[in-house]
């Protein structure tokens, strides 16, 4: 139950050099959208809109803007239809990436996401059997004692929880995601991420601060562009790479 979770720092080092965090709402919007679409505005029966919600909130997204992207999602307003496709790829040093989309022209998506691998040395490819479908919800350290949260995470459902030098990551089966985080929210426990992602069967470590700076490029790429919803890797950066590349950066 104990460790350290790799992927949050590198996500944690991405959110301090990605300079566009300002088009966070606006992709969540999109998701709300598109939920709302399919299984309508009410979250009490929708599980798919609890679950973004869920992520909206975390991200401090303000309740207008999630009330303005239901309605738009519920026909109440006017609003875009967008399509849900999914890109797979690897980029240098045998990383696999998942590319989730909200589009409203395939052609061009495509051709984008296909432009910025091929900028940054990656390619196409099927990946998404590097990972699997779970839970996640990340918990700063000074809001509660390990020992506290592992008992109360375990007894709602948790399957595991690690840690690093400043928080938490609980994770979840998809099905028990909401009952864990609801255990948390009870406590007063505010989550600074919480989500359902694709998470990685087997990690691959870049011991290498070029392939590493290479790999992060491709994602913090894909994040920019206005059709991607989320990019999921299967690469960590160990403790000395990470502290080379906050240096430089």
Known sequence: MAGHSKWAKV????????????????????????????????????????TILLKARAGNMPADNI???????????????????MYEGFAGGGVA??????????????????????????????????????GQIAIPKEQIGEDELMALVLDAG??????????????TDPQQFEAVHKAIESKGIKPERA??????????????????????NLVEALEDNDDVQNVHANFEIPDDVMEKLQAAA
């Open 11 to 50: 996500k944690h080092f991405k959110g301090g050099i990605d300079a566009k965090r300002s088009k966070l709402f606006g992709k969540l919007s999109k998701e709300i959208m598109v939920a709302c679409r399919h299984g309508g505005g009410d979250p009490g029966f929708n599980p798919r809109l609890r």
């Open 97 to 134: 990436l998942l590319i989730e989309t909200l589009t409203d022209n395939k052609n061009r998506t495509a051709a984008d996401i296909r432009a910025i691998f091929t900028k940054h040395g990656g390619h196409l490819a099927t990946a998404k059997h590097l990972f699997h479908r779970r």
């Open 195 to 216: 989500e359902v992602a694709f998470v990685p069967t087997t990690p691959v470590p870049l011991a290498d601060t070029k392939v590493a700076q290479s790999a992060l």
């Open 158 to 171: 948790a399957e595991d929880m690690t840690s690093d030098e400043t928080s938490y990551t609980i994770t």
């Open 67 to 85: 009330e303005r992207a239901i309605k738009k999602g519920t026909g109440e307003l006017e609003g875009q239809t967008y399509e849900e496709v």
